[in-house]
């Protein structure tokens, strides 16, 4: 299984990003996959989690309504749209499948700063 994430960076408040989490390794229609983030000095926390064939998904309270998780499993990557960036994002970004064995990419960081 590998996972890769891109599409971090620095952006201004009230800006957006996109993130990218190219998978392979494994069926990737077959499993659900999340997106998590990690604050300096703070526990990792999910952040939105999307069905295997994307029918259904779930956010953290606090992104719900900027942040939209989506996935194309012809390209086998999944997505996370960030809208109304606010500095409290500011993370490393991870993707995350979990198969009964978590696996994790390497992480991507995005800065939201004036």
């Known amino acids: 299984v590998q996972l890769v994430e891109s599409g971090g960076g620095l952006v201004q408040p009230g800006g957006s990003l996109r993130l990218s989490c190219a998978a392979s390794?494994?069926?990737?229609?077959?499993?659900?996959m999340r997106w998590y983030r990690q604050a300096p000095g703070k526990e990792r926390e999910l952040v939105a989690y999307?069905?295997?064939?994307?029918?259904?998904?779930n956010y953290k309270d606090s992104v719900k309504g900027r942040f939209t998780i989506s996935r194309d499993n012809g390209k086998n990557t999944v997505y996370l749209q960030m809208n109304s960036l606010k500095p409290e994002d500011t993370a490393v970004y991870y993707c995350?499948?979990?198969?009964?064995?978590?696996?994790w990419g390497q992480g991507t960081q995005v800065t939201v700063s004036s």
């Open positions: 995350n499948l979990w198969t009964g064995v978590d696996y």
């Open positions: 390794g494994f069926t990737f229609s077959r499993y659900s």
């Open positions: 999307i069905t295997g064939t994307g029918g259904s998904t």
